[in-house]
Structures are given as C-alpha cells and as structure tokens.
T-cell receptor, first 116, second 109 residues
Framework: EAQVTQNPRYLITVTGKKLTVTCSQN?????MSWYRQDPGLGLRQIYY???????DKGDVPEGYKVSRKEKRNFPLILESPSPNQTSLYFC???????????????FGPGTRLTVL | RKEVEQDPGPFNVPEGATVAFNCTYS??????FFWYRQDCRKEPKLLMS???SGNEDGRFTAQLNRASQYISLLIRDSKLSDSATYLC??????????FGSGTRLSIRP
C-alpha cells in the first residue's frame, strides 16, 4: 500500500530532551516536507527536500533540523525542544514532476508532540 | 494580513444543501492552487486541484479567479460524509506552500 508513515504518533517530552520524529514513504517520491499545524494558523512548512541530500528551510525552521540521506526517509530532529514546539506535525511527500507545484502531496498520519 | 485567508466557519448546513467557500490570497505570483480536505485529527487529503478554467468532480466544483485573487469551492447536494475542514492551498514555489487555516463544514441530517 502506498503510504507515508510517521513515528511516533504521540509523544510527550520535557524541555531540552532531544527527539527525532521519523518519516518514511514507499512511493519513490523525490519531494518531502515537514509541516506543523496549530489552531488558527493552518499548516506551516518547516523544512522541505527536493531530493536526497538537498534540504532547505520553509517558513518556520527555527529549532528544527532535518536530513535526507535516503530517498524514502526524512526525519525531523528537535535538538532542544521547547514548549512552543508543542504542535501536530505532518510529513508529506510528492512526485518530482512539477514537485509540489502541481502534484498532490501525500501526508503521513501526523505526530502529536507535547513539550512540557 | 495573512497570505491566504479563509472564513473559519463553522458552516452548519442541512443535508442536500449547496454550500460555497472562498479563499483569498495575496501573492499574485502564486502558481498552483488546491483544495484539501481534513477530517478531525487526521491528515489532509487532496480534494481537487484548481484551474483557471474551473474544474468539476462530481458534486464538487472549484474555480480560480486570478484577477481578484481568490479560489472557490462549491459543494452541491451535500452529504453527511462531507463534514470536514476544507483547506485551500496556494503554491508559489517549493518553499512557499501556503495553507489556509481551514473552513469547518458540518452537515446536519
């Protein structure tokens, strides 16, 4: 089944404790992206990747890191989480043809993160 | 002012009604436009792309008005299963994918 998976789905942690949220897609998509969703603000792009070893900042990259060592995986790293990073996080992927400009983005099921 | 604005609703309409949402955007260089549907606490899923010529998919019709910088979604003969939040998405580039904050729709029997 074509899908984007994220782990963990739910995470409660404390300020400053490094964490990684994994994202994996099995559709051979070149484009991958991370978003956070907060009430009243919609989804905001954190980082994106056009291909392996190619990553760039989105609208709200502060406090986050990503890596793209393999096409299928795009982990999101919070080196020192803070309470303002409490949010619902979505990973997404898309075909390279036109990238996200014209193609559908497929989203993972989301990771609900609480930072105390 | 937000780059993409949607009426948050909620829109509460009876089954069978026709309902329309608008979404305005501020960046005239925007290239692609979409409507996504998001069920409560679930991931967004593509409902339809939006083209200047307008497009229709069953009971759903999407329109783009570049001159006035808005996109619209029309749902005819609404079903209970249409209850969801509808997100408009405006794309300028790979790093400029702007989601609206969503319009909540609730269909009542």
């Amino acid at each position: 089944e074509a899908q984007v998976t994220q782990n963990p789905r739910y995470l409660i942690t404390v300020t400053g404790k490094k964490l990684t949220v994994t994202c994996s897609q099995n559709m051979n998509h070149e484009y991958m992206s991370w978003y956070r969703q907060d009430p009243g603000l919609g989804l905001r792009q954190i980082y994106y990747s056009m291909n392996v070893e190619v990553t760039d900042k989105g609208d709200v990259p502060e406090g986050y890191k990503v890596s793209r060592k393999e096409k299928r995986n795009f982990p999101l790293i919070l080196e020192s989480p803070s309470p303002n990073q409490t949010s619902l996080y979505f990973c997404a992927s898309s075909l390279v043809a036109g990238g996200p400009f014209r193609d559908e983005q497929f989203f993972g099921p989301g990771t609900r993160l609480t930072v105390l | 002012r937000k780059e993409v604005e949607q009426d948050p609703g909620p829109f509460n309409v009876p089954e069978g009604a026709t309902v329309a949402f608008n979404c305005t955007y501020s960046n005239s260089a925007s290239q692609s436009f979409f409507w996504y549907r998001q069920d409560c606490r679930k991931e967004p899923k593509l409902l339809m792309s939006v083209y200047s010529s307008g497009n229709e998919d069953g009971r759903f019709t999407a329109q783009l008005n570049r001159a006035s910088q808005y996109i619209s979604l029309l749902i005819r003969d609404s079903k209970l299963s249409d209850s969801a939040t509808y997100l408009c998405v405006v794309v300028k580039s790979a790093s400029k994918i702007i989601f609206g904050s969503g319009t909540r729709l609730s269909i009542r029997p």
